[in-house]
């Protein structure tokens, strides 16, 4: 496993597949963070959100109640302490201004990516220049210097 070279990130887990919840809550605590919760819907996704205020918010598009992931993101994105991933099989879904989000993290997803996205996270939050060259699997936003979005590329 990778060592937490920052603080330990405080993460907000938003996805309806119980499974897959758990199994990321597991990558998470092996990787040194901490999961405030899980959400399966945009309604707990917010309120879990502004209650626990997570450094980061990893999303799926598509929750029990239909694509509102998108919403979620735009909701969690305008609060300036938390930073949002998309974690989604449905990057075709994914608004051009990725919703406020840094970026995506494609499904079927692998420990390796997930660790590479977190650490990139724990250094930009800790103001540390973090290197986009190392990024595997984890796509920016435009607007984060991820270069053109074409949403089926990934």
């Known amino acids: ?15 309806d597949e119980v499974l897959i919840a758990l199994e990321l809550e597991c990558l998470l605590e092996d ?10 819907n945009a309604a707990d996704a917010v309120s879990l959100g502004r209650s626990t205020a997570p450094d980061l918010a ?3 598009i598509h929750l029990v109640d239909g694509p509102t992931g998108v919403e ?21 879904r ?9 970026g995506v993290i494609a499904k079927p997803y692998s420990e390796r990516v997930v660790a590479s996205a977190l650490d ?10 973090p290197s ?3 990024l ?14 074409a949403g089926d590329g990934i």
Not at 1 to 15: A, D, H, N
Not at 94 to 102: E, K, N, Q, R
Not at 136 to 149: K, N, Q, R, T, V
């Open 31 to 40: 990787l040194g963070h901490v999961s405030v919760g899980v959400a399966g």
């Open 1 to 15: 496993m990778s060592e937490v070279s920052e603080t330990p990130l405080r993460i907000l887990v938003v996805e």
């Open 94 to 102: 994914i608004p051009p201004d990725f919703a406020g989000a840094l």
């Open 58 to 60: 990893l999303v799926d």
């Open 132 to 134: 986009s060259d190392a």
């Open 136 to 149: 595997d699997g984890f796509h920016l936003a435009p607007a984060a210097g991820g270069g053109a979005w």
């Open 120 to 129: 990139y996270v724990a250094r930009l939050r800790a103001g540390r220049a």
């Open 72 to 92: 979620v993101a735009r909701q969690l994105s305008a609060d300036p302490r938390i930073t949002v991933v998309f974690m989604t099989a449905n990057a075709k």
